[in-house]
């Protein structure tokens, strides 16, 4: 087996990090870009969502390098991501590929009985001992967590740094030299004194950015690429974010939800306005725009694929939030034939609407 599996964010590194542990042999497709995109949006049905087109560029540029094996995550949810796997398997048969697919699906879909199964067809591939397995599965979840928290770390400092631009260019050097280690051990230690060199970026703690946070479809919210490299920008400009929506956030929400003890503070937030699970992340977003007003965010910043529906139903109540807590949202939108520029106007006039609100408040203007 020689297996794949699609960007989101920093995951490449965690599977790097799990498959170097288990010694199985894997190809990381090519970084997000124009190209992926374009591969996949030739061969995607036209009103499919973005995700959907980038993963089958991801996909395609894969085999190119020998990948025979996707593995990915999937959901039984109400939207399309329920039937992405069907669909991008009969797409990948029908343009000719011979390519097996392992979905990992949520264990209150498929059952914890039928997760193992599928979770023991990738270890089968690994000569490892059990225990190895075990430690390298540990390592992976470690790194990913650590990952999580220092790009979180940098994001949130990047508003108080004395020295424009370190916490950006100390996250990128760590993620590019994490991308070189070939045992996973080094790659956790390496990603914990980046994470220390980030926690000592000197700050100055009189500054009181702009602080937004980042909600919506999760893909889209965490895929750099899909979202124009959004939280790079906003570094750039010295504004804090916060996004509720991890790698490692989705590992733990999959894990407690057979014991429904998932997410409860997202749960609670968005009771009011979505009580009900309707698919993608829907819920999560309307319980984070609350959350994010509760923890004195300046606003919050939606961003969902073109024709994403649960991300439409979240759009059209969060206009009751900002209005009921006097929460400015903004709603970005993303597909293939998103500009960038238009993209970046719009975001430095939310920048620009937050920093007046704030003038008059303290000007009584
Ligand atoms: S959540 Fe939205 S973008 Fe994601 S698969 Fe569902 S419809 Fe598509």
Not at 71 to 80: A, D, K
Not at 117 to 131: A, D, H, M, T
Not at 335 to 349: Q, W
Not at 356 to 361: F, G, H, Y
């Amino acid at each position: 087996m020689k297996a794949t599996f699609p960007h989101l964010g920093n995951v490449y590194l965690g599977v790097k990090a799990l498959f170097d542990g288990l010694g199985i042999d894997y190809v990381i497709p090519p970084q997000n870009s124009d190209h992926a995109l374009n591969i996949g949006t030739r061969h995607s049905p036209d009103e499919i969502c973005l995700p959907f087109k980038i993963m089958i560029g991801n996909y395609m540029q894969a085999v190119e390098e020998g990948a025979d094996t996707v593995i990915l995550t999937g959901s039984c949810g109400p939207c399309r991501f329920g039937e992405y796997c069907e669909l991008q398997m009969n797409l990948m048969k029908s343009l000719g590929y011979d390519l097996k697919f392992i979905v990992l699906d949520m264990p209150k879909d498929i059952g914890i009985k039928e997760l193992f199964n599928r979770l023991s067809i990738i270890g089968s591939s690994s000569k490892k001992s059990r225990l190895q397995k075990l430690r390298a599965v540990k390592t992976a979840v470690q790194i990913m967590h650590l990952l999580d928290e220092t790009e979180a770390l940098a994001h949130y400092l990047a508003g108080y740094e004395r020295n424009k631009g370190q916490c950006k260019s100390l996250f990128h050097r760590c993620r590019r030299e994490a991308m070189k280690c070939s045992d996973p051990q080094e790659m956790l230690s390496l990603i914990k004194e980046y994470k220390k060199r980030i926690e000592y970026v000197p700050v100055d703690i009189n500054k009181d950015p702009v602080k937004i946070a980042i909600i919506g479809e999760i893909y889209t919210v965490i895929e750099p690429y899909s979202n124009f490299c959004i939280e790079d920008k906003l570094m750039d400009y010295g504004v804090s974010t916060k996004r509720g929506m991890t790698p490692s956030w989705w590992l733990k929400n999959m894990a407690l939800s057979p014991l429904k003890i998932n997410s409860l503070d997202i749960k609670k937030a968005s009771r009011k306005y979505l009580s009900l699970e309707i698919g993608g992340h829907a819920r999560e977003c309307i319980g984070e725009a609350i959350l994010s007003w509760k923890e004195g965010f300046d606003g919050a910043i939606q961003i969902y694929p073109l024709g994403c529906m649960p991300e439409i139903v979240s759009k059209s109540i969060l206009p009751a939030i900002s209005r009921d807590y006097d929460f400015p949202i903004m709603s970005l939108v993303v597909d293939d034939m998103t500009g960038e520029a238009g993209f970046i106007t719009r975001l430095e006039a939310f920048i620009d609407l937050l920093e007046r609100r704030r003038d008059n408040v303290l000007f009584g203007s």
